[in-house]
């Protein structure tokens, strides 16, 4: 290891030595390098830097970006930052993939209800859709983007809905304030939100236990009938 390097008291490296460019060019390495979105304190810590200063730096990255027409940029995007390919170039990210990560407009229409009206249960997603909405919660589920948050307090004790972090990095944004309106929320889908990158399912961290004084026993199977 380089006698300019060491590790601190909490296993990060440190460098004291590195200059501006080097330091942007080790947060630019992390970027590339992360699967999942990395938190700023981690890159701060990795970096040895202040989280201004690599806020600062990630500005400075995207512009580079920007400037140069790249067809990408780092996002915050569900705790922490990552590179995605710009919404533009959607059309053929998605032909890469084989559009293999694009959900069917049932499954668009019954999350868009859990992402506004969240945490809500299976029988007011019915009543706003008009239809039976069980296949599509067991998508949206296997597919992570969704999960059971509790019982409603009333007869039957319906499962309650909500959206997961992986929810954010699918559609790309920082949290839920940043989703369009309601109402616009299917044309937007539509038009392309940035790609994110192929997430294998064992490798999603369990980042969205239920609320506390919840249970996490929930499935479809053991739902009852609402009421």
Known sequence: MDENINMNEDGFLENRELNEDSTRAVIEALMIATTEPLPLRSIAEI?????DTVRAYIDSLNREYREAARAFEIKEIAGGFQIYTL???AEWVGALHKRKERLSKAALETLAIIAYHQPVIRADMERIRGVDCTSVLDTLLQRNLIRTCGRLQSPGRPIKYGT???????????DISELPKEEDFGETVMSGYPEVPMVKTEEIAK?????QGETSEFSEEAEQPDS
């Open 87 to 89: 919404p533009k170039y």
């Open 164 to 174: 997961t972090r992986e929810f954010l990095r699918y559609f790309g944004i920082k």
């Open 207 to 211: 980042e969205d236990e239920p609320p």
């Open 47 to 51: 970096a040895s830097v202040s989280e």
